[in-house]
């Protein structure tokens, strides 16, 4: 194995180290983020009660009704906190996804299906190629939505490991892949169903928008190509400029207890497994497919439409059956699973493992409502983009400019569809003034949606990845993680801007009717 402790010894290398270091010392300065949030909690709690008292509001573009801002410091914000606070930890989104997938993937994982399979497959790639394969992987997950977060990056670091390369720089190099290509790839997902009746909303506040028709693959040409120049960059990062600066894992990661060191061969029988396994997977897929593409299914969308479904929005369900189906015959047939009982234990045994995790989400998910709540959000995300049109800049420079906006923004707002819902009624219409097409600004926001969600605490994923990390390096902490995430989003957002910067140069297609420019 390569000595990943010494990092090239370069002008341009010592300055990152130092800027890696200066950036993990920050971070570790930073208390432990339960009581950071507990202060981001209380900090808010007096902004939106100043606020509120001076009359403060903003009226979203495209509607006539005024949000007024409203204080958590007050009558109704106290009562409203004391009959939302239990809704609002046990009905944050990630905790429900995350729960849910870490029963079935530990099923899978403790049954030894996860760890043959990478060592079948990815780990199988040349060890100099493997970093490219996992980047492309995890630039191609975005169809899982936010279960790629979950399920990509212990794969990869299992495949790393299997190679006997670094896990963490599998780890924490697949997590920031499936950030930055969260909205891009060859694969559609709901999320550009999502972001597509946005879009089309917000150009019919303008009349020339009332009969203005998009459609699922209006990006389709300009994500697919993007993602593979993403996963070309991210692999890049991986090899030369990440893993040379990690030091060797020390934690159960490295050799879980009670399961020996592979040599990457992969045993007859479990291959049988395997293979088992991926025939009932293979099966499982197949009658859900034939059960939606019937005719009058009612996994059907409204009016038969197969995008948007139920399908597509209950892909967590569909994701927990394969994982489970496939762990248990995988186990029943290696004899890893050798009674009834051992299935549960194994749900149990994931669950406890994300105890801390849990424990952080409690506090996060009411800041984060109290942020929704309270109007504050909608607020920020309004006014900065009414600072930006006021400029009266157009052209490039201001998709440049829209996209640093929203990179920004996206720091404090991670829900996509929630932050594009605020900007697209401003600056869809806007573009369309200027000459751009919806499908052209709708680009231009995805870009900025995945390039700095990899590193805002208020990206619940970040704490998975930390606690991922953790069983690697039991003493890494936030800022740890943060400080190595870092040096992948400027040129993940350089490379997003020059893919999209040649479509606009020569006027390329981004999808299938879908230009630049209005005619």
Not at 222 to 250: C, D, H, M, N, Y
Request: aromatic share 8%; net charge negative; hydrophobic share 55%.
């Amino acid at each position: 194995m390569q000595d990943t402790a010494t990092a090239p010894d370069t002008r341009a290398g010592r300055l990152l180290d130092r800027l890696m270091t200066g950036l993990e010392r920050f971070g570790n300065k930073l208390p432990h983020p339960f009581y950071l949030f507990t202060v981001l909690f209380l900090v808010l709690g007096v902004v939106s009660t100043v606020l509120a008292a001076t009359g403060a509001g903003v009226t979203v573009p495209g509607t006539e009704e005024r949000l007024e801002v409203k204080g958590l410091f007050s009558g109704a914000g106290i009562s409203w906190l004391l009959e939302n606070s239990l809704v609002n930890f046990t009905g944050f989104p990630p905790l429900g996804t995350v729960l849910l997938m870490m029963m079935a993937v530990g099923v899978a994982e403790r049954a030894g299906l996860l760890e043959t399979a990478v060592r079948a497959t990815i780990a199988r790639a040349p060890v100099r190629v493997l970093p490219y394969v996992v980047a492309f992987v995890a630039c191609q997950a975005h169809v899982m939505s936010d279960i790629a977060m979950l399920v990509i990056p212990p794969l990869a670091a299992l495949a790393f490991r299997a190679a006997g390369r670094n896990p963490v720089a599998g780890l924490i190099g697949a997590f920031a892949c499936v950030c930055a290509g969260y909205a891009a790839g060859f694969t559609v997902g709901a999320l550009d169903a999502l972001y597509v009746g946005i879009t089309e909303k917000a150009a019919q506040v303008l009349p020339m928008g009332a009969e203005m028709a998009t459609h699922l693959l209006v990006n389709y040409f300009f994500t697919a190509s993007a993602s593979l120049l993403l996963a070309l960059v991210g692999g890049l990062l991986i090899t030369k400029v990440l893993e040379p600066r990690l030091p060797q894992p020390t934690g159960d990661g490295s050799a879980p207890e009670g399961e020996e060191e592979h040599s990457g061969e992969v045993t007859p029988l479990q291959m049988r497994a395997l293979l088992a396994a991926g025939a009932a997977v293979a099966l499982y897929a197949a009658v859900v497919l034939t059960v939606w593409l019937m005719p009058g299914s009612p996994l059907r969308g409204e009016g038969g439409a197969l995008v948007p479904s139920p399908v597509l929005t209950g892909v967590v369900p569909l994701l927990f059956g394969a994982f489970l189906i496939g762990g248990v015959v995988y186990g029943v047939v290696a004899r890893t699973v050798k009674q009834a009982a051992d299935v549960p234990r194994m749900m149990a045994e994931s669950v406890t493992g994300m105890a801390s995790y849990i424990v952080l989400i409690l506090v996060i998910a009411q800041f984060i409502a109290v942020f929704n709540w309270s109007n504050v959000g909608t607020l920020l995300a309004v006014e900065s983009a009414e600072l930006l049109e006021s400029v009266g800049l157009t052209g490039f420079t201001a998709v440049v400019l829209f996209v640093l906006l929203v990179t920004v923004l996206n720091l404090f707002i991670t829900s996509g569809s929630a932050l594009w819902s605020l900007m697209a009624p401003v600056f869809v219409p806007t573009f369309m003034l200027l000459g751009m097409e919806p499908a052209f600004t709708q680009a231009a926001f995805r870009i900025a949606d995945s390039a700095t969600q990899m590193i805002t605490p208020l990206n619940p994923y970040l704490f998975l990845a930390l606690a991922l990390l953790k069983r690697y390096e039991p003493s890494a902490q936030l800022g740890t993680l943060m400080s190595r995430l870092a040096i992948f989003v400027v040129p993940f957002l350089v490379t997003w801007l020059a893919v999209l910067g040649l479509f606009y140069a020569f006027d390329l297609p981004l999808g299938p009717g879908a230009g630049i420019h209005l005619e």
